[in-house]
């Protein structure tokens, strides 16, 4: 049995996180600002819409950016581990180890138990870390909100709904509408 004081507080570390999802468990493991995050693989609605986003976005970006779809860590600090459901970052920014650095886009495709984190706690450590644009797709509500940072808050400049189109300019230059993300 394990006894906490009152002082001890539970800030876990990215060698926690790695000791904790060593095994094979078909689990989302996150660290958002010292809070260890487990969420269940997703759902197909989730991972249609975002085959579909991947397949708009992949063929924008010019040849200094990447692609990239979760899983995969991004690590801002000792105690932040962040995997966009698709990020784009600068090749330069890239190595083998990992990536060290804010994305230059990182989308989220909301969940009924990743909502809340999504729309309030993962935008906030985005919005510290620097990460210029930040899109959450909804599917059950059949909206697209655009945040971009403007100095150190990110503002909200998009918040379209089903076939309602949504044109970027950066970092990809596209046009799109939810409802073309959703499966048929």
Known sequence: MVVMTVEQVDIYTVADLERERGRDDRLRWE???????VTPSPRPIHQSVLGRLHLLVAPAVDDELEVYLAPLDVQLSERTVLQ???LIIPRSDVTEEGIFTAPILAVEILSPSTRHRDLVTKLGILQRAG???YWV???ADESVRIF???GDAYRLVTHARGAEDVTVRSPVEMTFSMRDLLPR
């Open 31 to 37: 660290l958002l600002d010292g809070e260890l995050v």
């Open 84 to 86: 966009p459901d698709l």
């Open 131 to 133: 990460c210029p644009h």
């Open 137 to 139: 797709l909804d599917p």
């Open 148 to 150: 971009e940072l403007a």
